[in-house]
T-cell receptor, first 113, second 114 residues
Framework: AQSVTQLGSHVSVSEGALVLLRCNYSSSVPPYLFWYVQYPNQGLQLLLKYTSAATLVKGINGFEAEFKKSETSFHLTKPSAHMSDAAEYFCAVTASSASKIIFGSGTRLSIRP | GAGVSQSPRYKVAKRGQDVALRCDPISGHVSLFWYQQALGQGPEFLTYFQNEAQLDKSGLPSDRFFAERPEGSVSTLKIQRTQQEDSAVYLC????????????FGPGTRLTVL
């Protein structure tokens, strides 16, 4: 079975500052890991996906995430926050044999001018 | 190009009414998923179709919830005898094939049960 925990329901950073959104997962088999973003009044869209090809995954809009098996983590980062990054971010996990994807409870990212 | 569409976008129902929510996936996408998203929470899996076959319905909260995809394209999520706890946003997503590929989400249907 898989599960995912997102630490911090709300993160606020200044424009230009580092963004770090935390995600820890639990999986009894090699996982597939995802970050999705939900902008206000829009549907969820995929930011990036880990499928074991490389531990550092680059996504859209300058985001990246690093898979650390020893820490069971898949934290999302962006070197410099932009106002347009304000949104809800969801970490999710599944496995090759799974028939469903498990989402975390989400982290709302706010950007201060 | 057309994405995933859902209708209606908003639905208000009186407790005890039946509702039907529609999802039009991206053309050619084999897999279709339904999720329930409560306020302030992440999407919770409800059910998964591969073509017309419902491969996993383990997330449906009760036998009042029923989903179908009879021709392997459009899907309908039906909730019978709605209860206040059914109030949520219902999301539909499709992928080209399977759980591990990118899922494309619709805008959701916000259901409010009075």
């Amino acid at each position: 079975a898989q599960s995912v925990t997102q630490l911090g329901s709300h993160v606020s950073v200044s424009e230009g500052a580092l963004v770090l959104l935390r995600c820890n997962y639990s999986s009894s088999v090699p996982p597939y890991l995802f970050w999705y973003v939900q902008y206000p009044n829009q549907g969820l869209q995929l930011l990036l996906k880990y499928t074991s090809a490389a531990t550092l995954v680059k996504g859209i809009n300058g985001f990246e995430a690093e898979f650390k098996k020893s820490e069971t983590s898949f934290h999302l980062t962006k070197p410099s926050a932009h106002m347009s990054d304000a949104a809800e971010y969801f970490c999710a996990v599944t496995a090759s044999s799974a028939s469903k994807i498990i989402f975390g409870s989400g982290t709302r990212l706010s950007i201060r001018p | 190009g057309a994405g995933v569409s859902q209708s209606p976008r908003y639905k208000v129902a009186k407790r005890g009414q039946d509702v039907a929510l529609r999802c039009d996936p991206i053309s050619g996408h084999v897999s279709l998923f339904w999720y329930q998203q409560a306020l302030g929470q992440g999407p919770e899996f409800l059910t998964y179709f591969q073509n017309e076959a419902q491969l996993d319905k383990s997330g449906l909260p009760s036998d009042r919830f029923f989903a179908e995809r009879p021709e392997g394209s459009v899907s309908t999520l039906k909730i019978q005898r709605t209860q206040q706890e059914d109030s949520a946003v219902y999301l539909c997503a499709s992928s080209i094939a399977g759980v591990n590929n990118e899922q494309f989400f619709g805008p959701g249907t916000r259901l409010t049960v009075l």
